[in-house]
């Protein structure tokens, strides 16, 4: 039990579109393949790794539309998700705390 969202997320979808630009990490490729965790060995970017379509790394085809990302990029994207999910959160905690408190201190206030 590494990764739990891996079952939830992304097994309703049937009707598969291209979505090359996935955001965050990717958990599967447009074309129903998993994903395929590798590392760089161009002179560019030595030793980075990435995610690849398992489909595409296999025939280690290139120039296709298959999923790649940068794992470092993909981290990013999942962490500025994160921080506008938990920024919403904050906020509604906000608005709860605001209610929950002005109850109780009107009613403190008035009996002293
Ligand atoms: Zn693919």
């Not at 965790?37 to 539309?65: D, F, G, H, M, W």
């Not at 994160?82 to 920024?87: A, G, I, K, Q």
Request: glycine share 4%; proline share 4%; aromatic share 10%.
């Amino acid at each position: 039990m590494n990764n739990p969202r891996r079952n939830t997320r992304g097994s309703s979808t049937t009707s598969g579109g291209i979505r090359v630009r996935a955001p965050g990490i990717p958990i599967k490729c447009w074309c129903a393949e998993s994903i395929k965790e590798l590392i760089s060995k161009t002179n560019l970017n030595p030793y980075r790794r990435y995610y690849r379509c398992r489909y595409a790394a296999q025939r280690k085809l290139e120039n296709e539309n298959h999923i790649f990302k940068w794992v470092d990029e993909a981290f990013t994207d999942e962490i500025q998700q994160l921080d506008y999910h938990v920024r919403m959160l904050e906020e509604e905690v906000q608005v709860l705390k605001a209610t929950i408190t002005s109850g109780p201190k009107a009613f403190w206030v008035s009996v002293s």
